[in-house]
């Protein structure tokens, strides 16, 4: 079974306006992270936010939060007032913290936003 | 600090020919880590080190791959008998002991013709 899921292989978003990329993952570790990233064309993965299992708010970096829902096991990403500059891939990962010594992320297959002026 | 390098960031070769690529970490992590991400798709894990061992490798990782840390500083990441199902971007990363700080390099884009 896909650990992390993204639904929406690809989004558009008029310039201004707040858009939600979805992720869904699947765990039965209780302690786990989750992360979501950037990647424009030029392929550098840029880190975003991160939300632990056992934070008890809702991650927020500038424009970005994240939407955790933990029974729902989803951590949808919001970027509000897009900018052009957002137009890129965006991936969510999770890291199990049990039975994963070596911290590895688990990526989703990706959501190409692009942003409309 | 400049940030992970990898080099080259492309490399085209013929299918048969060996290559080897560069990864320079932040020089205070401890952790790197190789990923694999093809056209379209997330990135999958490779193989990672702490400091100069290898301590995981995935399914990924055929017997024509090969990856080292000497010293514990940068990494080497070599294919080779390159196959077209080999192309790809590889991509680095490090991190320090329960950081979540994951810095990504830029990647080194490989095309197998």
């Known amino acids: 079974a896909q650990k992390i899921t993204q639904t929406q292989p690809g989004m558009f978003v008029q310039e201004k306006e707040a858009v939600t990329l979805d992720c869904t993952y699947d765990t039965s570790d209780p302690s786990y992270g989750l992360f979501w990233y950037k990647q424009p064309s030029s392929g550098e993965m840029i880190f975003l936010i991160y939300?632990?299992?056992?934070?008890?708010q809702n991650a927020t970096e500038g424009r970005y939060s994240l939407n955790f829902q933990k029974a729902r096991k989803s951590a949808n990403l919001v970027i509000s007032a897009s900018q052009l500059g957002d137009s890129a891939m965006y991936f969510c990962?999770?890291?199990?913290?049990?039975?994963?010594?070596?911290?590895?992320?688990?990526f989703g297959g990706g959501t190409r936003l692009m942003v409309k002026p | 600090d400049t940030g992970v390098s990898q080099d080259p960031r492309h490399k085209i070769t013929k299918r048969g020919q060996n290559v080897t690529f560069r990864c320079d970490p932040i020089s205070e992590h401890n952790r790197l880590y190789w990923y694999r991400q093809t056209l379209g798709q997330g990135p999958e894990f490779l193989t990672y080190?702490?400091?100069?061992?290898?301590?995981?490798k995935s399914r990924l990782l055929s017997d024509r791959f090969s990856a080292e840390r000497p010293k514990g500083s940068f990494s080497t990441l070599e294919i080779q008998r390159t196959e077209q199902g080999d192309s790809a971007m590889y991509l680095c990363?490090?991190?320090?002991?329960?950081?979540?700080?994951?810095?990504f390099g830029s990647g080194t884009r490989l095309t197998v013709v």
């Open positions: 990363a490090s991190t320090i002991d329960r950081g979540y700080g994951y810095t």
């Open positions: 939300q632990g299992s056992y934070d008890q």
């Open positions: 080190f702490q400091n100069e061992a290898q301590l995981e």
């Open positions: 990962a999770m890291r199990e913290h049990n039975n994963n010594a070596g911290n590895m992320l688990t």
